[in-house]
């Protein structure tokens, strides 16, 4: 059992806060918001994410976690501090990197004996340098070592896989962090997760290329849907086919809208800017968030070529948040789709199972429904922008007859094409062949539908 201080009760910093409390370590979770902590005293979980209130509970009740915005207590109480505070992006796409600096000094101010100061947050490789020079700068006299631990969770699955790690990356200057930061994780050491130790550059490096690897996979089936639809190929049947290769795997191999959310984007844009800045030459990196603009552009491009002209129009559009499971709509792509119509003077209905909330104050214009079939009434054509299950259950008949079109862009493509037309459907996807209703289709017969979709794991 490792006391701990977790700073920053933002998303990273409470599910892994509540995490390394039930491996069984007493964390007190800090943040110099004190209506947030008072909330999180008062059994508020101020977050959309499945199973971390029951968790958060658990473990405040048996007492192993507590919040608290008292900062100088948490550190001088804690052997280990987790930095766990917001890095957004500056307009350059540079990394605001101010509030770990804050996070930095802060522990140098109150810090009275031996640290750990292990730094969560995603950061540019070379933080763990200007962590050590803050804190030194501080308190030249004081005795502390520097880790690099990035989290790889994602939000809506962010408990199982911090419980369920494919791997833990510890990166550490010193054995006797690192050893202290692999106790922290002993539960997983014992259930045989790979753990990656390496130094903390490594440790660094290892989490802005995952995710830009993970993000140009994205890219790159993306226009592979592109090319798809000027063949007349099927992304999802090439995806499954690429997939099935080992080398390649069949995840992130879905074509949609676009990659959004808190991290993809910022992590993409932080990387290449890093590269940048030590003058490394990385057109492969940079093109990476150029064709992700493209792609939900080409939504957009989409739309209009289904619609016509968007003013006057009505559009219905199903899913609002970046991805399904989350009320998260940073850099969600329905979010520009929702610009995009508003500024054309189309008028816009949607429905989504928990993003409305943050949809409405970011566009007032936009009206939420409360179900699908509200949001498609007497609608011109229907989006479907995130692939929430519900919507794959859908009535679709009462969908088609709800609306004063039968015209359908599925973004995600979540629906057969087969079926959407059999129903009557104008069905257009991403990187398959778009159909109406009377076309002629050969395959039908013989092609099983499904059969090509990728595997989701
Ligand atoms: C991502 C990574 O997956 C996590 O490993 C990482 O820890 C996290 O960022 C982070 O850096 O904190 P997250 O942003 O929660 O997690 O979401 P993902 O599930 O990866 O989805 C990101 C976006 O990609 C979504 O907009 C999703 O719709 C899109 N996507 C994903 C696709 O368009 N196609 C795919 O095949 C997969």
Redesign the pocket.
């Known amino acids: 059992m490792r006391r701990i201080c977790v700073m920053g009760t933002g998303y ?1 910093g409470l599910v892994s806060g509540a995490c390394l409390a039930d491996f069984g370590n007493a964390v007190v979770a800090v943040d110099i918001d004190e209506t947030r902590v008072e909330l999180l005293r008062s059994g508020e979980v101020p977050i959309y994410e499945p199973g971390l209130e029951e968790l958060v509970d658990r473990n405040r009740e048996s007492g192993r976690l507590s919040f608290s915005s008292d900062v100088a207590f948490a550190i001088q109480s804690s052997e280990i501090v987790f930095i766990c505070v917001g890095t957004p992006s500056l307009p350059s796409g540079e990394v605001d990197m101010s509030f770990v600096h804050n996070a930095a000094r802060t522990i140098g101010q109150y810090m009275e004996d031996f640290k750990i100061v292990v730094n969560k947050s ?1 950061v540019p490789v070379g933080t763990g340098d200007e962590v050590e020079q803050i804190i030194r700068k501080v308190r030249p006299d004081a005795d502390f070592d520097v880790v690099s631990n990035p ?6 699955s962010a408990i199982d ?1 911090f419980m369920h790690p494919d791997r833990v990356v510890i990166g550490a200057g010193s054995q006797r962090a690192m050893e202290a930061v692999v106790d922290v994780y002993r539960p997983l050491y014992q259930n045989d997760t790979p753990m990656v130790l390496t130094g903390i550059q490594s440790a660094e490096m290892i ?1 802005y290329a ?2 830009a690897l ?1 993000a140009a ?2 890219s790159f ?1 993306n226009e592979i849907a592109s090319v798809c639809e000027a063949y007349g190929a099927d992304v999802t049947a090439v995806a499954r086919g690429m997939g099935l290769d080992e080398r390649i795997g069949p ?4 074509a ?9 984007p910022k ?1 993409v844009q932080g990387l290449a800017a890093t590269a940048r800045r030590g003058e490394v030459d990385a057109p492969l990196i940079e093109a990476i968030d150029t064709s992700n603009v493209r792609q939900r552009r080409r939504m957009v491009d989409k739309l209009h070529h289904l619609v016509g002209d968007f003013s006057n129009k009505t559009i219905c559009l199903l899913g609002l948040s ?2 399904p499971d989350t009320d998260d709509i940073r850099e969600a ?1 329905a979010l520009e789709m929702v610009a995009s119509l508003i500024e054309a003077g189309a008028t816009v209905k949607a429905y989504d199972p928990a993003a409305m909330e943050h949809s409405k104050q970011e566009h007032p214009d936009l009206i939420c429904c409360e179900d699908p079939y509200t949001a498609a009434q007497d609608a011109d054509a229907v989006v479907l922008m995130t692939e929430w299950n519900e919507f794959r259950n859908m009535d679709l008949p009462r969908l088609l007859d709800c609306a004063a079109t039968n015209r359908f862009l599925d973004c995600r493509n979540i629906y057969d094409p087969h079926e959407m037309v059999r129903l009557g459907f104008e069905y257009v996807s991403v990187g398959r062949v778009s159909r109406s209703p009377g076309e002629s289709d050969d395959t039908s017969s013989w092609m099983i539908p499904g059969r090509f979709s990728p595997i989701r794991t």
């Open positions: 990273v995603t989290e790889f969770l994602r939000e809506g896989d989490k995952s995710n993970l996979k994205i089936i995840r992130n191999l879905f949609g809208a676009g990659y959004g959310g808190s991290c993809f992590d970046f991805k792509p």
